[in-house]
Nanobody, 125 residues
């Protein structure tokens, strides 16, 4: 499985961006995809996750109401719509596949695999 994040860029505070995570390979080997982000000098943190089947989602408290995860199963792509962006949203955003042994609802990066290259989001204040 390969996951590739794209769609990052420079945006002003209050603006919006939509990130994409394109999956290829044995995508059925994982039942969910998660988004994480890592700001300079900080640990990688969970943002949101979604199941391929059923569309169940969960979010980090810090992004609820501003960020929406969605999917297009036909395209094997998961999206992250980010609105009302803040300077503290600046980070490299990654997508990854949930391990089969991991519990749904986990926010730990170690429960995910097949990390993509990441896409940089910079929010200017």
């Amino acid at each position: 499985v390969q996951l590739q994040a794209s769609g990052g860029g420079l945006v002003q505070a209050g603006g919006s961006l939509r990130l994409s995570c394109a999956a290829s390979g044995r995508t059925f080997s994982s039942n969910a995809v998660g988004w994480f982000r890592q700001a300079p000098g900080k640990a990688r943190e969970f943002v949101a996750a979604m199941k391929w089947i059923g569309g169940h989602t969960y979010y980090a408290d810090s992004v609820k109401g501003r960020i929406t995860i969605s999917r297009n199963n036909a395209k094997d792509t998961v999206y992250l719509q980010m609105n009302s962006l803040k300077a503290e949203d600046t980070a490299v955003y990654y997508c990854a596949a949930l391990r089969g042994s991991a519990a749904w609802g986990t926010k730990s990066p170690t429960d995910y695999k097949y990390w993509g290259q990441g896409t940089l989001v910079t929010v200017s204040s």
